[in-house]
């Protein structure tokens, strides 16, 4: 069952801040992110492996609620290098299933 | 980069027609899957493998059959292609140090 992702379209003006999040009804054992540009494929972000782990990728960063089964994706201080769609992935043994994806356009 | 590539890159193809789209690795990732992206939807799971000859259905499985017979290789097929098959298809390995996935640069499938 494929995780569910809010908003689904996000628009910033560089510098500003944005949250991306991620929930499941079943439990998340592992949350991972990705994120993927226009007419590429998506590449890896980050993984959270424990509950309330955060981790940090540039101005990247995330965290993991394991009894909430909720993650988040936090945007700081956008850079235009930002833009893409934003694709949170939860798995479930060997599955890892994604959300729709979230798309941000970060403008000068 | 874990050296995904897929082949063919582009394919159009007409209604009942089977296809078969190719993905290999070499990174020796036990774990291979096929996604199709379609918009609105995201990246939703066909079918998956953890290791040469295990396959298991993903969430959209219905008109897909898989193979495995290589840990390099993972052949998607469809049996008899339909325009709801119109897609771009990911494949993905799995592992590296933080367990993530690797994806290979997508084909672009059109049935007509």
């Known amino acids: 069952q494929q995780p569910v992702q809010s908003p689904q379209a996000v628009i910033l003006r560089e510098g500003e801040d944005a949250v991306i999040n991620c929930s499941s009804s079943k439990a998340l054992y592992s949350v991972h992110w990705y994120r993927q540009k226009h007419g590429e494929a998506p590449v890896f972000l980050m993984i959270l492996l424990k509950g309330g782990e955060q981790k940090g990728h540039e101005k990247i960063s995330a965290s993991f609620n394991e009894k909430k089964q909720q993650s988040s994706l936090y945007l700081t201080a956008s850079q235009l290098s930002y833009s893409g769609t934003y694709f949170c992935?939860?798995?479930?043994?060997?599955?890892?299933?994604f959300g729709a994806g979230t798309t941000v356009t970060v403008r000068a | 980069d874990a050296g995904i590539t897929q082949s063919p890159r582009h394919k159009v193809t007409e209604t009942g027609t089977p296809v078969t789209l190719r993905c290999h690795q070499t990174?020796?990732?036990?774990?291979m899957y096929w996604y199709r992206q379609d918009p609105g939807h995201g990246l939703r799971l066909i079918h998956y493998?953890?290791?040469?000859?295990?396959?298991d259905k993903g969430e959209v499985s219905d008109g897909y059959s898989v193979s495995r017979s290589k840990t390099e290789d993972f052949l998607l097929t469809l049996e008899s292609a339909t325009s709801s098959q119109t897609s771009v298809y990911f494949c993905?390995?799995?592992?590296?140090?933080?367990?993530?996935?690797?994806f290979g640069p997508g084909t672009r499938l059109t049935v007509t």
């Open positions: 993905a390995t799995r592992g590296g140090p933080s367990d993530e996935q690797y």
């Open positions: 990174e020796n990732h036990r774990y």
């Open positions: 992935g939860s798995t479930n043994d060997y599955k890892l299933s």
């Open positions: 493998s953890y290791g040469v000859k295990d396959t």
